[in-house]
């Protein structure tokens, strides 16, 4: 069954770097799929952050301008958020998840909590 | 960027009731839209594809409907533990997917 587990600091400065990993098990992020980034603001809103493919392309929500990246570890089954710059508009839930260009999303993490604070 | 506007932002509705949400895109968006349901704690719960494809396992008092800018989930007959949140998403057009702004459901 495939599985992904967020984890991350829980707590950031404001302009600092926040970096999360998300830890896939049960499928390969080489063999297919896009890896997503996908936030929940307090107040439930969702946000698609960005993704990196299957092939290590990587697309991102412009909102964020220049201040996200998405990496991977291929050995580990991993793939990375950093968000640079942080403030506490950054304050979030924060989901990674599995998609198909066909399908969407099917399968979510859990989601880490980062809070952004002084 | 296509904007998703979701309706009713909340509603109570009773046990056996059926239940419709809706979601209009800014553009066609070509069927590629997702529902989605989330209670307390947890992550969203993929429930339906492609505007109208029940994904395994979600009971078939769920469906979708919809084309080009008109999309709605229908639950068929109101059950307790449909309580939560629901979402749409569109994946037609990126950078970036959107998101609706959610229905609050809740039992009467």
């Known amino acids: 069954d495939v599985q992904l587990q967020e984890s991350g600091p829980g707590l950031v400065k404001p302009s600092q770097s926040l970096s999360l990993t998300c830890t896939v098990t049960g499928y390969s992020i080489t063999s297919d799929y896009a890896w997503n980034w996908i936030r929940q603001f307090p107040g439930n809103k969702l946000e698609w952050m960005g993704y990196?493919?299957?092939?290590?392309?990587?697309s991102y929500n412009p909102s964020l301008k220049s201040r996200i990246s998405i990496t991977r570890d291929t050995s580990k089954n991993q793939f990375f958020l950093q968000l640079n710059s942080v403030t506490t508009e950054d304050t979030a839930t924060y989901y990674c998840?599995?998609?198909?260009?066909?399908?969407?999303?099917?399968?979510w993490g859990q989601g880490t909590t980062l809070t952004v604070s002084s | 960027d296509i904007k998703m506007t979701q309706s009713p932002s909340s509603m109570y509705a009773s046990l056996g009731e059926r239940v419709t949400i809706t979601c209009k895109a800014s553009q066609d968006i070509n069927s590629y839209l997702s529902w989605f349901q989330q209670k307390p704690g947890k992550s969203p719960k993929t429930l339906i594809y492609?505007?109208?494809r029940l994904v395994d396992g979600v009971p078939s008092r769920f469906s979708g409907s919809g084309s080009g800018q008109d999309y709605s989930l229908t639950i068929s007959s109101l059950e307790y533990e449909d309580m939560g949140i629901y979402y749409c998403l569109q994946y037609d057009e990126f950078p970036p997917w959107t998101f609706g702004g959610g229905t609050k459901l809740e039992i009467k």
């Open positions: 998840a599995r998609a198909g260009t066909y399908y969407g999303p099917d399968y």
């Open positions: 990196i493919s299957y092939s290590g392309s990587t």
């Open positions: 492609r505007a109208n």
